[in-house]
């Protein structure tokens, strides 16, 4: 395949010399050659780059850099031996304050694109205060090596199925680098293994593969923020969707009257109950099942001029009859926390079409250092009841 773009037949395999003009949600470098874009990993908007065509496709193309030929002044050396090979971090080339800048553009620009929102709604990037060290959890894999004739042991490659042969991890803490070494020392019998490793969090009992926050670090900015968002909205009742082991809610159970959580995952509910009893805490329960199946007896069973909804839900979102139960009842406030800026944008487009309710403030906080994922906190506030059947989410 040929591509025609600034008078220059492309193919793949050709070596080319072009300029990053911005930065792509998932970290890839954008250059523009007039109507054909070439996404780039593992650059900086500013810098000019040399770089090998990989991939084409009618409109855009994927390339590897070899060589920087202007260095951004953001640009610093990789921390990670395996920067670049690993497929677990995208942003370790950049300095700390370049990566929380290039963050909050990001998800201005999918709240702006997406969810029509205006960007200045987006507050600064909350940031970590351990940009290294500080993933409680991973997930390695092994694989068998042709070349090696041995098992590789790590994390997938960045595009690609095969398995990069770790020793540690910059971004992991101590506790599950340790677990690496152990797991290497006694690996699995064959390759197509998953082995998760993690630390557990002081204080809380956590399943083995039952979720929990990944970053120990932020936990503190997270219910802060949190609990600004409950304060500034006078509400005496929390729900506490997808609540997991009860992190929010016993967090958050002393600025309310009374609260629930919901869980489908039943040893976490479990969990959450024991967690619950642990801390002395009365004025709430947990209840299992699903959110969108248990939501309709909670929005009756308490008032909703009074009352937040906290919502956690996975990456891709929260489904559509929870969101249209929601604008049906109104209750005075959802906060929705969300580590994919994209389903957020498009479920609080939702929530808010018509006027029925506002967005009043998003605060991203940096869950997931030289990675390109970050953790949101949006607060909305109902303002008026919906003029008739809930519209469609947008894509």
């Known amino acids: 395949m040929t591509i025609e773009a600034n008078n220059l037949s492309i193919r793949v395999g050709d070596v080319i010399e072009v300029e990053i003009c ?8 954008v250059a523009r050659l007039s109507d054909f874009v070439l996404f780039i990993p593992f650059v900086n908007t500013g810098e000019k780059v040399r770089a090998e065509v990989t991939e084409l496709k009618k409109r855009f193309g994927r390339a590897r850099c070899l060589d920087v030929l202007v260095a951004s002044p953001e640009r610093v050396p990789s921390t990670c031996r395996y920067f670049g090979a690993c497929g677990g971090c995208q942003y370790q080339h950049l300095s700390y304050p370049a990566q929380l800048r290039l963050k909050h553009k990001q998800i201005a620009d999918i709240f702006e694109r997406i969810g029509e929102f205006a960007p200045s709604i987006v507050a600064p990037v909350v940031a970590c205060p351990q940009p290294y060290g500080y993933r409680n959890r991973i997930m390695i894999r092994s694989q068998w090596d042709k070349t090696r004739q041995a098992l590789n042991l790590g994390f997938l490659q960045e595009n690609s199925g095969l398995v990069v042969d770790v020793e540690d991890c910059a971004i992991a803490m101590p506790e599950v680098n340790e677990q690496i070494k152990r797991a290497r020392a006694n690996p699995p019998p064959k390759g197509g293994l998953k082995v998760v490793l993690r630390a557990y969090p002081e204080g809380w009992e956590v399943g083995k593969d039952t979720f929990f926050q990944n970053n120990f670090f932020l936990l503190p900015e997270l219910i802060r923020v949190a609990g600004e968002c409950i304060r500034n909205s006078g509400a005496r009742y929390l729900v506490d969707a997808y609540c997991g082991v009860g992190f929010f809610s016993l967090e958050l159970a002393g600025q309310v009257e009374s609260f629930a959580g919901v869980e489908y995952d039943r040893m976490a509910v479990h969990a959450a109950r024991r967690n619950q009893s642990r801390r002395g805490i009365t004025n709430g329960d947990y209840l299992e099942g699903k959110t969108e199946e ?81 953790e949101c906190v949006a607060d909305l506030r109902f303002r008026q009841a919906p003029p008739g059947p809930p519209p469609e989410a947008v894509s």
């Open 294 to 374: 248990v939501l309709p007896a909670l929005l009756r069973r308490f008032p909703a001029g009074r009352t937040a909804y906290l919502l956690d839900p996975p990456r891709t979102g929260c489904k559509p009859e929870s969101l249209s139960q929601l604008r049906s009842a109104g209750p005075a406030q959802i906060i929705y926390v969300s580590c994919h800026p994209a389903t957020l944008a498009r479920d609080l487009n939702l929530l808010c079409r018509d006027g029925v309710y506002e967005l009043v403030a998003v605060t991203p906080l940096d869950m997931f250092p030289q990675t390109q994922h970050v």
């Open 22 to 29: 911005d930065i792509a949600f998932g970290g890839e470098g």
